[in-house]
T-cell receptor
Framework: GDSVTQMEGPVTLSEEAFLTINCTYT??????LFWYVQYPGEGLQLLLK?????DKGSNKGFEATYRKETTSFHLEKGSVQVSDSAVYFC???????????FGTGTLLAVQP | DSGVTQTPKHLITATGQRVTLRCSPR?????VYWYQQSLDQGLQFLIQ???????AKGNILERFSAQQFPDLHSELNLSSLELGDSALYFC?????????????FGPGTRLTVT
């Protein structure tokens, strides 16, 4: 079945460092791909999405490109801030019903 | 604020009991999804309703059931609770049940089974 694999955390970075969180997927067809963020004690918020191959999703300085050839959707940010500390989930939209299949989540801790 | 509301925020109950979690979708959204977030299973899709009808089922136990009412709010019923049912339960809503529409998540209900 469809699945998402993302890098284990926690990822600890200093402020202004470059961030990469790896995400790869297995799916039939060409699903839409998403990154969600969960701040402590809160629900999930959509960070960015891409609906077809070579699309780049971007929001708040974060970017991810839908790579069909490597089945990947890695999250990047050029300069992280303490306020970016959160858990990041990669997800795909499975089948015709839009259910989301999530990766295990990656905890990002940014230190001042 | 996503516009999706969930009640209660926290729930503590004993094994063997039954609880009901409630979700109100964003205004205009017809589709409601339930997800379970636990330490050992991660975030898992449970069930989806679209305009009152069940649309898709995931890893939902037989002890769990859900429904969506004519006013589009949804309830998730969990019965014969076990310690392993302790988790954060999220509701999400989207405009439609097909096509790529963003899912907006509620703040979740934290269930603790003792």
């Amino acid at each position: 079945g469809d699945s998402v694999t993302q890098m284990e955390g926690p990822v600890t970075l200093s402020e202004e460092a470059f961030l990469t969180i790896n995400c790869t997927y297995t799916a039939t067809g060409y699903p839409s791909l998403f990154w969600y963020v969960q701040y402590p004690g809160e629900g999930l918020q959509l960070l960015l999405k891409a609906t077809k191959a070579d699309d780049k999703g971007s929001n708040k300085g974060f970017e991810a490109t839908y790579r069909k050839e490597t089945t990947s959707f890695h999250l990047e940010k050029g300069s992280v801030q303490v306020s970016d500390s959160a858990v990041y989930f990669c997800a795909l939209e499975s089948g015709a019903t839009n259910k989301l299949i999530f990766g295990t989540g990656t905890l990002l801790a940014v230190q001042p | 604020d996503s516009g999706v509301t969930q009640t209660p925020k926290h729930l503590i109950t004993a094994t063997g009991q039954r609880v009901t979690l409630r979700c109100s979708p964003r205004s205009g959204d017809l589709s409601v999804y339930w997800y379970q977030q636990s330490l050992d299973q991660g975030l898992q899709f449970l069930i989806q309703y679209y305009n009152g009808e069940e649309r898709a089922k995931g890893n939902i136990l037989e002890r769990f059931s859900a429904q969506q009412f004519p006013d589009l709010h949804s309830e998730l019923n969990l019965s014969s609770l076990e310690l392993g049912d302790s988790a954060l339960y999220f509701c999400a809503s989207s405009l439609a049940g097909a096509g790529t529409y963003e899912q907006y998540f509620g703040p979740g209900t934290r269930l603790t089974v003792t």
